[in-house]
């Protein structure tokens, strides 16, 4: 695999977190263009969309041209660091692989602040006697799913090939 096409895998991946990212800015931007469309603060409501419009639909050209044209972009970026194109000897399981822990690290990244969060702010309600309230149902529930994206998190990063072999297998 050349330098070049390297490139243009991490673009595209980059591409499609944009994307990911631009779709759940879009429901924020929503409901901050509904919450401060009913307050009159003597602003024109116009600005309001557009603060929230403007970069989203940067955030989603830019995505859609990485996904699109990753090759070129990755041509811009090599073009002033190499004159040429160099070799780089990986196979698909080690690219596959390294995606996967990276992959891991990231849910890792989110979900152990999240889970320290959700394992404090248990404990403090159940001190205060809040343990009745609609409050800490929702906390559990937030709590569950961040412990299920740590244990994907530890998965990913730890037992990356026998995931790549379980791909294999539904790839054949």
Not at 131 to 142: G, L, M, R, V
């Amino acid at each position: 695999m050349k330098d070049i096409e390297l490139l243009g895998v991490g673009l595209r991946l980059l591409g499609i977190a944009c994307i990911i990212f631009a779709i759940g800015k879009t429901g924020e931007g929503i409901s901050f263009i509904y919450q401060y469309s009913n307050i009159d603060l003597g602003v024109n409501p116009i600005i309001y969309k557009i603060t929230v419009w403007l970069p989203l639909i940067f955030i989603y050209a830019v995505g859609i041209f990485f996904i699109k044209f990753p090759i070129l972009c990755a041509k811009k970026f090599l073009q002033k660091t190499s004159a040429k194109t160099e070799d780089i000897d990986f196979n698909q399981s080690a690219i596959t692989i390294s995606g996967l822990i990276l992959l891991g690290i990231y849910l890792l990244t989110i979900a152990i602040p999240d889970l320290a969060y959700n394992i404090l702010y248990l404990y403090q309600q159940n001190s205060l006697g809040y343990s009745d309230t609609p409050q800490i149902s929702e906390t559990y529930i937030h709590f569950i799913f961040t412990a299920i994206q740590f244990s994907l998190g530890l998965y990913l990063a730890l037992g990356a090939s026998g995931i790549y072999k379980f791909i294999c297998r539904l790839r054949s």
